[in-house]
């Protein structure tokens, strides 16, 4: 059995937010913007309010059951990045959960080993939406 890192990891701060806004607003998901107004936050829905589409990938879940989803043009890009959501202080995107809280969510990243890179290309593609 091959031992796959994950794509997506959290802070214990984001999992403390995460746990906030699920109990205010039930089941969450998150979304990697690719850019445009929002830059390339990620951005965090009610379960079922951002349609995940053909395109999207899945890069796992986060705080229990939480998923992560990233477009596929953004994925090319990040595919050989470990993503770390994590919290600071000041105004989140305007549709992300997180924004009436004065904090936001962003993005740190590291770069696979070789070794890890290897392991993830053995492992086959991420599951996609539909």
Do not use: N
């Not at 906030?20 to 929002?38: E, N, R």
């Not at 936050?41 to 995940?52: K, Q, T, W």
């Amino acid at each position: 059995m091959i031992d796959i890192p994950p794509r997506i990891l959290t802070t214990s701060v984001a999992d403390a937010l995460i746990a906030g806004l699920t109990a205010v607003h039930g089941p969450l998901m998150f979304h990697q913007s690719g850019g445009c107004c929002d830059g390339s936050a990620p951005m965090c829905f009610p379960r079922g309010e951002f349609r995940v589409g053909a395109q999207d990938v899945l890069l796992g879940h986060v705080a229990g059951d939480v998923p992560v989803w990233i477009g596929a043009a953004q994925f090319d890009y990040w595919r050989h990045t470990q993503i770390t959501i994590d919290v600071v202080r000041g105004r989140g995107a305007g549709m992300s959960l997180e924004s009436p809280e004065g904090v936001r969510f962003i993005v740190r990243s590291r770069i696979f080993t070789d070794e890890e890179d290897k392991r993830l290309a053995a492992a086959g593609q991420p599951p996609r939406g539909r």
